[in-house]
């Protein structure tokens, strides 16, 4: 078993005595499927690529951009490579375009190690990468969480989370940053294993039996 492994083991085990919520949910959904994209700039084209589209619009696009850049994957000198006129034909916008191409530039001329990120302490990732435009602080974080791995991190912007905190706690309205805070509070230092479960929690079947 990898470390990350037995991290989200002992993360269910918090997660079930913290609260009769996420009992439940451990109960129903666990163990937990987190999985890594360890390619971190993999990770990043595909939290770009999927703002503010469907999911399903966000695949397509992904499989047209592997499609186009062929061998050796998407990587910052293969999209680099691809320009602007290629990611436009296959479905990006010319804001999105040049944010995937911002960050291969950051990547092959202005120093960006995304290799060393692990490294770093998680205040230091999400600065770095909030330098970046098109990257804000719920991207840095999805990469905290769907990259590095780090366990205890807190997306409070993220709808979805919010969402399934009003719908466990039957609030009248989303929270906002202090009460979710507050309400994850009792699950860290597993926040980022909760939210998973948070997210996991508004799929339909889910949804329809918690109702």
Same mark, same amino acid.
């Given at each position: 078993?990898? +470390? /990350?492994?037995?991290?989200?083991?002992?993360?269910?085990?918090?997660?079930?005595? $913290?609260?009769?919520?996420?009992? #439940?949910?451990?109960?129903?959904?666990?163990?937990?499927?987190?999985?890594?994209?360890? #390619?971190? /700039?993999?990770? %990043?084209?595909?939290?770009?690529?999927?703002?503010?589209?469907?999911?399903?619009? &966000?695949?397509?696009?992904?499989? !047209?951009?592997?499609?186009?850049? *062929? $061998?050796?994957? =998407?990587?910052?000198?293969?999209?680099?490579?691809?320009?602007? #006129?290629?990611?436009?034909?296959?479905?990006?916008? &010319? !804001?999105?375009? +040049?944010?995937?191409?911002?960050?291969?530039?950051?990547?092959?001329?202005? *120093? %960006?190690?995304?290799? &060393?990120?692990? &490294?770093?302490?998680?205040?230091?990732?999400?600065?770095?990468?909030?330098?970046?435009?098109?990257?804000? =602080?719920?991207?840095?974080?999805? /990469?905290?969480?769907?990259?590095?791995?780090?366990?205890?991190?807190?997306?409070?912007?993220? %709808?979805?989370?919010?969402?399934?905190?009003?719908?466990?706690?039957?609030?009248?309205?989303?929270?906002? !940053? +202090?009460?979710?805070?507050? %309400? /994850?509070?009792?699950?860290?230092? @597993? *926040? +980022?294993?909760?939210?998973? @479960?948070?997210?996991?929690?508004?799929?339909? !079947?889910?949804?329809?039996?918690?109702?």
């Amino acid at each position: 078993m990898t +470390s /990350f492994e037995e991290m989200l083991r002992n993360a269910d085990r918090h997660l079930e005595c $913290s609260c009769p919520h996420m009992r #439940d949910l451990v109960a129903r959904v666990g163990p937990c499927g987190l999985r890594l994209q360890r #390619d971190g /700039f993999q990770m %990043l084209v595909r939290s770009i690529t999927a703002q503010q589209i469907s999911g399903a619009a &966000a695949r397509a696009i992904r499989g !047209r951009l592997e499609d186009r850049v *062929g $061998s050796p994957g =998407v990587c910052a000198r293969s999209v680099r490579a691809c320009g602007e #006129d290629c990611l436009r034909e296959i479905g990006y916008s &010319a !804001r999105k375009a +040049s944010y995937v191409l911002g960050l291969a530039d950051a990547v092959l001329e202005q *120093g %960006l190690d995304l290799d &060393a990120m692990p &490294a770093l302490d998680s205040d230091e990732v999400v600065r770095q990468l909030t330098d970046l435009r098109g990257i804000g =602080v719920w991207t840095a974080k999805m /990469f905290l969480i769907f990259s590095l791995g780090r366990p205890d991190v807190v997306p409070h912007e993220d %709808l979805g989370v919010r969402q399934a905190l009003r719908r466990l706690h039957g609030l009248a309205a989303l929270p906002g !940053r +202090s009460e979710a805070l507050e %309400l /994850f509070r009792p699950w860290r230092p @597993y *926040g +980022s294993v909760a939210s998973w @479960y948070c997210w996991r929690s508004l799929e339909p !079947r889910l949804a329809k039996e918690a109702s």
